[in-house]
């Protein structure tokens, strides 16, 4: 019988245990988990971002354009390496973007063959609005953990990440 603590991922590496006991399952400890609480974080994510009129891809190009600083502008390359898609997509997200008036095409003032996109006082107000949102939804994803244990917690998972996030990776 599980205790009070035990969770879904304790009883499905319990199940997988009985039934293959020559195998190690303390990886699905982890990463079951990180899975798991991946999906309530998009679920959390999709919320907040709704509630601001925005979806999760709009979200993620005008956060970075918004974090880019004074005037919120990246050039189309910057911006495929901030949200890792590929050209035709950037250029499509871009045009809808431009369409709802969330941002605009410009000539880079450094290179004038080149162009920036830049965020329109609409994007910033509506990606303002949905990182206020988010915060919330997370704060509240997190706070079984007292601020230590967030710490760590982080820090772990950012241990683990360092590989995938190499250039290249």
């Known amino acids: 019988m599980p205790d009070a603590a035990s969770d879904e991922v304790d009883r499905i590496v319990d199940a997988w245990a009985r039934e293959r006991p020559d195998l190690d399952f303390a990886p699905l400890q982890v990463l079951s988990r990180v899975a ?58 871009i045009d809808r973007l431009v369409s709802s008036g969330l ?33 919330v939804g997370e704060t509240a994803l997190l706070e079984r953990l007292s601020p230590a244990e967030q710490e760590r917690l982080a820090g772990l998972l950012r241990k683990l990440s360092l590989d995938f996030d190499e250039p290249g990776a």
């Open 103 to 135: 941002v605009v095409r410009a000539t880079d003032p450094h290179d004038g063959r080149g162009v920036i996109v830049e965020l329109t006082a609409r994007g910033r107000e509506r990606v303002d609005a949905a990182i206020g949102e988010l915060l």
């Open 36 to 93: 798991r609480l991946s999906r309530h974080l998009d679920r959390a994510r999709r919320a907040a971002f709704a509630a601001s009129g925005l979806e999760p891809w709009e979200f993620d190009v005008l956060a970075a354009l918004r974090r880019a600083g004074h005037p919120a502008a990246l050039s189309p390359k910057a911006l495929l390496q901030q949200t890792l898609v590929s050209s035709g997509t950037m250029t499509n997200r």
